[in-house]
């Protein structure tokens, strides 16, 4: 069936740094991607999303580019912030299984000054 | 403002009662979801909702039931059946099923 993997966390970055967090995925048909940010005590944020391969979402300073051939969708930015501390999901929705919405089990990202 | 809301923030009950999750929605969409986080694990689909008077059970459905009366309401209640009910639960919705989903600021379920 569809899925997501993310990679394990936690991820400690200082302030500035380069991010990446890797992303890949399992799914028939075409998916739509995206990426979801969580604020410690908060629900999910919408942080960006791509619907065809080769399509990159961008929000506030992070991208992530749909890569078919390589069944990827990895979250970079080029200089994070301490706001950036959050908790990063992976998701898709499947073409194939009813669009259900699938999750990976999420990255943590703490960034220190 | 259109959003979602989810309330009580915090909620604290004895084990063997059953409990009630609000989840209101002013967006206007037709689907509604219910999750459950616990830490260091994603997100697990309780129950979804695409239309008013229907809905469908997701992965982890025992031990919970919903409704869906009003498009804009879909509460969930956490039944003593639910062997393992202290977690964190977020309410979603989307325009139709298959579309993305925006989520409320989540419940945190305390059951002692």
């Known amino acids: 069936g569809d899925s997501v993997t993310q990679m394990e966390g936690p991820v400690t970055l200082s302030e500035e740094a380069f991010l990446t967090i890797n992303c890949t995925y399992t799914?028939?048909?075409?998916?739509?991607l995206f990426w979801y940010v969580q604020y410690p005590g908060e629900g999910l944020q919408l942080l960006l999303k791509?619907?065809?391969?080769?399509d990159k979402g961008s929000n506030k300073g992070f991208e992530a580019t749909y890569r078919k051939e390589t069944t990827s969708f990895h979250l970079e930015k080029g200089s994070v912030q301490v706001s950036d501390s959050a908790v990063y999901f992976c998701?898709?929705?499947?073409?194939?299984?009813?669009?259900?919405?699938?999750f990976g089990t999420g990255t943590s990202l703490t960034v220190i000054p | 403002d259109g959003g979602i809301t989810q309330s009580p923030k915090y909620l604290f009950r004895k084990e063997g009662q059953n409990v009630t999750l609000s989840c209101e929605q002013n967006l206007n969409h037709d689907a509604m979801y219910w999750y459950r986080q616990d830490p260091g694990q994603g997100l697990r689909l309780i129950y979804y909702s695409q239309i008013v008077n229907d809905f469908q059970k997701g992965d982890i459905a025992e031990g919970y039931s919903v409704s869906r009366e009003k498009k804009e309401s879909f509460p969930l209640t956490v039944t003593s059946a639910q062997k393992n009910p202290t977690a964190f639960y977020l309410c979603?919705?989307?325009?139709?099923?298959?579309?993305?989903?925006?989520f409320g600021p989540g419940t945190r379920l305390t059951v002692t």
């Open positions: 979603a919705s989307s325009q139709r099923r298959g579309g993305e989903q925006y």
């Open positions: 791509a619907t065809k391969a080769d």
């Open positions: 998701a898709l929705i499947g073409t194939n299984t009813g669009n259900q919405f699938y």
């Open positions: 799914a028939t048909g075409y998916p739509s």
